[in-house]
């Protein structure tokens, strides 16, 4: 046992006696344990339970302990740290409704050479007492309030949101985030966001907590982290991976957010809880109006991979609504247009000589007369701040092109802005960006040949 455990400190074999009186409290038997530092400068460990009896001292899974959400589960805890508190000089004296009992080194039976721990059991000096009390000798205040902070129980970590899984929690700032697994600490993690009670454990971890279950491997306990994280809706906790997602281009993004299943949730969860856009890096650096339309409007855009990007085309959120990527936003303004039709039988005489131009400008621009709807509008969709800015939408959804009438009142401005909508409906672009800009160059040329073809000298279109 002593070569088993040579690395244990103090403090690992006091974590274990504090977590058998936590255990009793959880199990339900009396109040929360009490740690108390004496005069006399002995430290003592009380809970409230029934009470330590002599089969506690026999290496046995403990059946009750398996079935309820407690760390401790095969009997071997107790021992350990009586081994390691005697291998180190520390007086223990354990007080009980059934006996006091103290620590002695003897011989083993029948192996005169071989010296062992025993438990040596006396009279009860308090036959009356509720619980178990241990009494520490020797143990520096400091080493306690090292063994303490294995507990979740004695540590002020704020929980961020809880599920039948574990809880989030918010990583201590200046420390590294801590992992617990039943309220125990069992790992430190320097990359993640958020520090982690796993409370519903699956095989791997459960065959991870061993003895050395101050130093558990990533490997047993990251599919229980997901675990919890997927069954979370918190919005604080979402925003805050989000957050973390945009950190990827700057080598500043912690573990979680780096992992697609987390990154797509939080997206979906942040979608039904907050205004926001996803953007991926190579759309904001394109630039284009979207994004001063979303802000305008309120839209907090979200950068996110395109590896994260592409998984959110299509994508529902919680609440069912469709993931706002920006050319879903762009579907749903286009949308919420709100118009008020002019019939051309209504259009005034010079109006009607603009608008019947239109086969001939789609010539021009070698498209087929009557491929997409062109029709005008008195009204259009009004910006954030009360005006009407937009003079021309093209309508994917709808295949059609509406156009603003005060366009009408100059060839120029309706050319223009039946154009513009075109190079919309041919691409599939937004405003501004790269590749609008290179079909509308395309289309420039387009125009700029077919006129000086049918120009004075090549044609009767003047």
């Not at 046992?1 to 974590?15: N, P, Q, Y």
């Not at 009997?75 to 007086?91: Q, T």
């Not at 005169?112 to 006396?122: M, R, S, Y």
């Not at 809880?273 to 994004?291: C, I, K, Q, S």
Request: a negative charge; one cysteine or more; charged letters at 25%.
């Amino acid at each position: 046992m002593e070569k088993v455990l040579d690395h244990w400190s103090v403090a690992h074999a006091v974590r274990e006696l504090l977590a058998n009186a936590l255990d009793e409290h959880l199990l339900g038997h009396g109040g929360p344990p009490e740690v108390v530092r004496h005069p006399d400068g002995t430290w003592h460990i009380r809970d409230f339970g029934r009470g330590l009896r002599a089969e506690h001292f026999t290496q046995n899974e403990n059946v009750e302990k398996l079935a309820s959400p407690v760390i401790g589960r095969f009997g071997v805890g107790l021992k350990d740290a009586l081994a390691v508190l005697d291998r180190n000089g520390v007086p223990v004296l354990i007080h009980t409704p059934m006996a006091d009992i103290s620590t002695a080194s003897h011989p083993k039976a029948d192996f005169p050479d071989t010296v062992t721990l025993h438990a040596v059991f006396l009279p009860p000096t308090e036959p009356a007492r509720t619980g178990t009390e241990v009494v520490l000798g020797g143990v520096a205040d400091e080493v306690m309030a090292e063994a303490k902070r294995f507990f979740l129980h004695w540590s002020a970590e704020e929980v961020l949101d809880s599920s039948e899984d574990g809880d989030v929690l918010v990583r201590t700032e200046n420390e590294p985030a801590h992992i617990y697994v039943r309220g125990v600490r069992v790992a430190e993690e320097d990359e993640f966001l958020f520090s982690y009670n796993v409370r519903r454990l699956n095989t791997k971890l459960a065959n991870a907590l061993n003895r050395e279950r101050a130093n558990v491997g990533r490997q047993a306990y990251t599919d229980r982290v997901k675990s919890i994280l997927l069954t979370s809706s918190e919005r604080s906790v979402m925003s805050l991976l989000a957050d973390d997602l945009s950190n990827f281009e700057s080598g500043a993004q912690h573990t979680e957010s780096t992992w697609l299943d987390i990154a797509v949730h939080a997206s979906r969860v942040l979608n039904a809880t907050d205004d926001v856009v996803f953007v991926t890096p190579a759309e904001l650096g394109a630039g284009g109006p979207m994004f001063d339309y979303a802000r305008d409007e309120g839209k907090r855009l979200v950068v996110v991979p395109s590896k994260v990007a592409a998984k959110l085309v299509g994508l529902t959120d919680l609440d069912g609504n469709e993931v706002r990527t920006l050319d879903a936003y762009a579907r749903d303004r286009a949308r919420s247009f709100t118009f008020t039709w002019v019939d051309p039988d209504d259009l005034t005489r010079d109006e009607r000589e603009v608008f019947g131009q239109l086969d001939d400008v789609l010539r021009l621009a070698g498209l087929p007369p009557g491929r997409w709807p062109v029709l005008i509008s008195e009204t259009m969709r009004p910006t954030a701040g009360g005006g009407c800015e937009t003079v021309g939408l093209w309508q994917p959804d709808e295949g059609r092109i509406v156009i603003r009438r005060d366009q009408l009142a100059s060839l120029p401005d309706f050319c223009g802005t039946v154009l513009h909508e075109m190079v919309h409906a041919t691409s599939g672009e937004h405003d501004a960006s790269l590749g609008f800009e290179e079909a509308l160059t395309t289309m420039l040329g387009t125009v700029a040949t077919a006129g000086m073809h049918e120009g004075p000298g090549h044609g009767s279109h003047t």
